[in-house]
């Protein structure tokens, strides 16, 4: 399968604390990918550091292959979808059970 999200050692630390450490996943093409724990477990940090909101301290991010690079063609790519449970109250049933699937776009 093709890789489409991969993360090499990714470490994120805020005022001396340790957010993330030493993250290393794969997700590759038609995967889904979810991320579940308590609160402070990293999720949205991890998130953020996917989306390029935020830099890890250490690590890589590749996207379909690419190193993420600050300003990178990339973005056009990535999307995100958050709470299904607040989300879904907007949307139709059934564009809510089509969630966070990862594709390429050519």
Do not use: Q
Not at 7 to 22: A, C, P, W
Not at 27 to 42: D, Q, S, T
Not at 69 to 89: E, I
């Amino acid at each position: 399968m093709k890789e489409m999200i991969r993360t090499d050692g990714l470490t994120k630390e805020y005022d001396g604390k340790t957010i993330l450490n030493d993250v290393s996943l794969t997700v590759n093409r038609g995967e889904i990918y979810g991320f579940l724990g308590l609160n402070g477990a990293g999720k949205t940090t991890i998130i953020r550091i996917l989306l390029g909101m935020i830099k890890p301290t250490s690590g890589e991010v590749y996207l379909m292959g690419k190193k993420l690079t600050k300003g990178g063609g990339l973005w056009n790519h990535v999307g995100y979808r958050g709470s299904a449970l607040c989300v879904s109250r907007i949307y139709s049933e059934r564009k809510s059970k089509a969630v966070c699937k990862v594709t390429r776009h050519s």
